[in-house]
């Protein structure tokens, strides 16, 4: 099965939609506007003890806890953590960041250009950027057959071509297959020598599909394939470079 590609990914990835928006629009302290400078995405507020003000941050698709003195000069970049040991950065982190931002950039990967593979009724979903030429991904193709055969994972491979310079033909050669699943097994299966033969002329829809797939690619944070995104057992959203083994192969595709 082959999915559309958003073009409207840029835009969305302005992290959080409107509540991103109304935060970038405030006038924030000093050392908060220093941090954004460095890259950091300021969501939004929370209450924090001890006098102090929580803000909930990203950089790099990951959480930051964001704590400002209560002089508003300093800030404290990290967890807080009570005499319990409990962290009082989590929930109102989970709140404003995580969960909004693994709904909205799994909706982006499900509205990339992907081939299916595995069956659709698949309870666990993973989505990996693979590149034709990649070595690694065809070794998370091979590591990965147990789940998808037993019907347990459906990896859906966002294509790439990234590698080489037959990449973007060989790519293409697959998904302008009449079935891209079966030319991409087929591929997998005979990487070694070579695999699929690669077009010699990259018809324009199927160029635009995999340009619009390295950008999200880069724009999540990668430049590397395999990049496999996975939801963990909480439902939050989880990215790895590189092909997986031993447990964390079980961690990302589940009980085997």
């Known amino acids: 099965m082959i999915k559309k590609p958003s073009i409207l990914f840029a835009a969305c990835l302005a992290l959080l939609g409107t509540m991103t928006m109304n935060a970038q629009a405030k006038d924030w302290p000093a050392p908060i506007k220093a ?3 460095q890259g ?3 969501i939004g507020t929370f209450k924090a003890p001890g006098g102090l003000t929580g803000y909930a941050g990203v950089i790099e698709m990951q959480p930051l806890a964001i704590y400002l003195t209560a002089d508003g000069k300093q800030a404290i970049v990290g967890s807080m953590i009570d005499a319990k040991g409990n962290n009082l950065s989590q929930k109102s982190l989970e709140k404003l960041v995580s969960k909004p931002m693994t709904d909205r950039v799994w909706k982006q990967l499900e ?3 992907w081939i299916g ?4 009724t698949a309870p666990r979903i993973i989505y990996t950027f693979t590149d034709p030429n990649c070595p690694y991904c065809n070794k998370f193709w091979n590591d ?3 789940w998808v055969t037993s019907g347990k994972v459906q990896l859906r491979h ?7 310079p037959t990449s973007p033909g060989k790519a293409a050669a697959i998904l302008a297959a009449k079935d891209p699943q079966a030319a991409l ?3 997998e299966q005979q990487h070694a020598t070579g695999g699929a033969k690669p077009l010699s002329q990259v018809p324009e829809k199927i160029g635009a599909q995999l340009d619009a797939n390295q950008k999200l690619m880069q724009q999540l944070g990668s430049s590397a394939t395999p990049t496999i995104f996975y939801k963990d057992t909480s439902g939050k959203l989880q990215k790895m470079q590189g092909a997986p083994s031993g447990e964390m ?5 589940g009980p085997r």
């Open 144 to 146: 990965a057959r147990p």
């Open 111 to 113: 509205q990339s250009t």
């Open 249 to 253: 192969l079980t961690k990302i595709l």
């Open 40 to 42: 950091v995405e300021v």
């Open 117 to 120: 593979d595995g069956k659709n």
């Open 185 to 187: 097994t087929q591929h």
């Open 158 to 164: 966002v294509m790439v071509a990234i590698l080489g």
């Open 35 to 37: 941090l954004e400078a």
